[in-house]
Each structure stands twice: as structure tokens, then as C-alpha cells.
């Protein structure tokens, strides 16, 4: 597709349970991104890739959180033993490094995670 | 104090109106301003982009960044139902593919 793919679109899962986020950029875009996004608090940065640099992982807000990009594309966010405060959206976006439109992040629709 | 403040609404004006949407932020560093719209369960999508001070115009929509006050707005114009939808300001420091800080967004609703 044209567009930012993100699946599952929707996961509902019991506490304590892994769960896996898959997203599937733009083909040609270099950077890669997750965000999170939970009611009333914006978008969180989670964590960055840039084509083979090491990633980003400022915004990840514990060890439970890892992500990794396979072969400069597709990216996989993983939640270990979930909590109750990691129901969110999370979002994947990319980007052309460089791009003339300086800060032209190009959003997927985001994964509705409920941890139950 | 959070580095980019934005009112979270809900903003709710009549078809036609003029909106004004704003942020505040407080890190001087940022250079490069930008304001999405984000449609219900949709990812946000870029608006507006700016970079430094000063106004752009894109149709019914002007961004103005006054980099004095640390303070960014997004006016539209002859406001559409269309137009519905969450507004969320982000910057960001540097030219590269670093990512945005954004603020929390604005809930706006165009009643018809």
C-alpha cells in the first residue's frame, strides 16, 4: 500500500500477557518511529530508527518496552507482562530522512491496545 | 512545566466562524513548528508546517509562529464540519528526521 500499515488494529489483552505491534512503513523511508497516544495526554515519543543507526530509545518508559526494525523496514513494538496503563494507541510513523518538508512524519492509523 | 502547553478543549464554534488554535512551548530551541489534524481513530496528518518566525497561508488555514512570546497559532478561515477534528501543534529542534514533540492537542468541533 501507498500508506503507514499497522496491525494488529485492535488488541484487547489480559494483564500480565505480551503482545506484538507490527508496522509496516512506506517503502524508501529511512526513519521509523513509535508513538503513544493516551486520552487527554497527547502524543508520548516512544522510539526512533534511523536507517542502520542505532535506535532511539529515549521515550521508552520501562524495560517491559522493546522494539526492533528487520532489514531497515518493517518495525515490531513488543509490550512484555502489560499493564493496565499501557492501554493506549500506539502509533508508527516514517519519514524520509532529509525530507524537503522538514518534520513530515507520515502516520499509520495506530493499534488500540485495552490490557483487561 | 511541560516544553509545548496546547488547551485541550473541546473548542466548539459555528459553520463559518474563524478558529484560532494555539500552543505555547518553552524551550527556545525549537526552529522548525508544525500543526496536524488528527480525524477520529485516524493517524494525524501534517497541516501546517513553518519554520522560524512569521505567517503561512494555505487556503483557509494560516500559521503564525512568534518565536519572542514562544507562541505558535493556526487560524482557519470560514470554518467547514469537515474541519471537526483533534489539532495538534508539534516542534521539533533540528532539520533532520528527529522526532516531534507534541502538544496534547485540541478537540475542535464546527457545529453546522
Known amino acids: 500500500g501507498a500508506g503507514v500499515s499497522q496491525s494488529p488494529s485492535n488488541k484487547v489483552t489480559e494483564k500480565g500477557k505480551d503482545v506484538e505491534l507490527r508496522c509496516d512503513p512506506i517503502s524508501g523511508h529511512t526513519a521509523l518511529y513509535w508513538y503513544r497516544q493516551s486520552l487527554g495526554q497527547g502524543l508520548e515519543f516512544l522510539i526512533y530508527?534511523?536507517?542502520?543507526?542505532?535506535?532511539?530509545k529515549s521515550g521508552l518508559p520501562s524495560d517491559r518496552f522493546s522494539a526492533e526494525r528487520t532489514g531497515g523496514s518493517v518495525s515490531t513494538l513488543t509490550i512484555q507482562r502489560t499493564q493496565q496503563e499501557d492501554s493506549a494507541v500506539y502509533l508508527c510513523a516514517s519519514s524520509l530522512f532529509s525530507s524537503g518538508r522538514s518534520g513530515e512524519l507520515f502516520f499509520g492509523e495506530g493499534s488500540r491496545l485495552t490490557v483487561l | 512545566q511541560k516544553e509545548v502547553e496546547q488547551d485541550p478543549g473541546p473548542l466548539s464554534v459555528p459553520e463559518g466562524a474563524i478558529v484560532s488554535l494555539n500552543c505555547t512551548y518553552s524551550?527556545?530551541?525549537?526552529?522548525?513548528f508544525m500543526w496536524y489534524r488528527q480525524y477520529s481513530r485516524k493517524g494525524p496528518e501534517l497541516l501546517m508546517y513553518?519554520?522560524?518566525?512569521g505567517n503561512k497561508e494555505d487556503g483557509r488555514f494560516t500559521a503564525q509562529v512568534d518565536k519572542s512570546s514562544k507562541y505558535i497559532s493556526l487560524f482557519i478561515r470560514d470554518s467547514q464540519p469537515s474541519d471537526s477534528a483533534t489539532y495538534l501543534c508539534a516542534m521539533k529542534k533540528g532539520g533532520g528526521a528527529d522526532g516531534l514533540t507534541f502538544g496534547k492537542g485540541t478537540h475542535l468541533i464546527i457545529q453546522p
Open positions: 530508527f534511523q536507517g542502520n543507526s542505532a535506535p532511539d
Open positions: 513553518t519554520y522560524s518566525s
Open positions: 524551550n527556545s530551541a525549537f526552529q522548525y
